[in-house]
């Protein structure tokens, strides 16, 4: 009964170069969230996504990032071009259905360093 | 979402009751009250939910007075793994999917 599994833990991308961030949902989990947090700040809404669509996007950057959540495999968050300012760690959640009151499980997260 | 205030941070001793209280003035009538926990280099855990009196559960208990403008979290007889970042969230749980995350409060538990 794993938890959202997120990979890689760490990863560290040159400016200019893409990162490619991966959540697998739990189990019977078909709603996925993207949250990044800077250093000593809450986390941020990035987007919601359900399998094969994105259901809200309101959090993310409106250029370089890019997010999907295919019928099979895991959620992609896609990081082109990368910033220094994209340095951050990215959480993932996931729920049964839609609404906070059925319970998110997050990840354990990626820290994307960029250099 | 309606905006919660809590204290940056607090400082206990191991084996104390350790209360943290959030501020939201602005709660509105379907808004739930959720409370999470973030270690360092992890993702936030669910620690309790409620919308109103006193909730407990195994790890926790949250005090939701009859105005609902503030909530209580109590952890009770702390230990050295309970430092970590506690935060506060409120909104409707039904239509809300956004979790807003404030600053939170950083809890350190000394020996």
């Known amino acids: 009964n794993a938890g959202v599994m997120q990979n890689p833990r760490h990863l560290v991308r040159r400016r200019g170069q893409e990162a490619r961030l991966r959540c697998s949902p739990m189990?019977?989990?078909?709603?996925v969230y993207w949250y990044r947090q800077l250093p000593e700040e809450g986390l941020k809404f990035m987007v919601y996504?359900?399998?094969?669509?994105?259901?809200?996007e309101s959090g993310m950057p409106k250029e370089r990032f890019s997010a999907e959540f295919p019928k099979e495999g895991p959620s992609i968050l896609r990081i082109q071009q990368v910033v220094r300012g994209d340095s951050a760690a990215y959480f993932c959640?996931?729920?049964?259905?839609?609404?906070?009151?059925?319970?998110?499980?997050f990840g354990s997260g990626t820290r994307l360093t960029v250099v | 979402l309606a905006k919660t205030t809590q204290p940056i941070s607090m400082d206990s001793y191991e084996g104390q009751e350790v209360n943290i209280t959030c501020s939201h003035n602005?709660?509105?009538?379907?808004?739930?009250i959720t409370w999470y926990q973030q270690f360092p280099s992890q993702g936030p855990r669910f620690i309790i939910q409620?919308?109103?009196t006193k909730v407990t559960n195994e790890v926790a208990s949250l005090f939701i007075p009859a105005d609902r403008k503030s909530s209580t979290l109590s952890l009770p007889r702390v230990s050295l793994s309970d430092t970590a970042v506690y935060y506060c969230?409120?909104?409707?749980?039904?239509?809300?999917?956004?979790?807003?995350f404030g600053s939170g409060t950083r809890l350190l538990v000394r020996p």
């Open positions: 959640a996931s729920s049964p259905a839609s609404g906070s009151n059925y319970g998110y499980t």
């Open positions: 189990k019977g989990h078909s709603h």
């Open positions: 996504l359900q399998k094969e669509n994105i259901i809200d």
């Open positions: 602005n709660i509105a009538t379907n808004d739930y």
């Open positions: 409620g919308y109103k």
């Open positions: 969230l409120v909104g409707d749980m039904d239509s809300s999917y956004k979790l807003i």
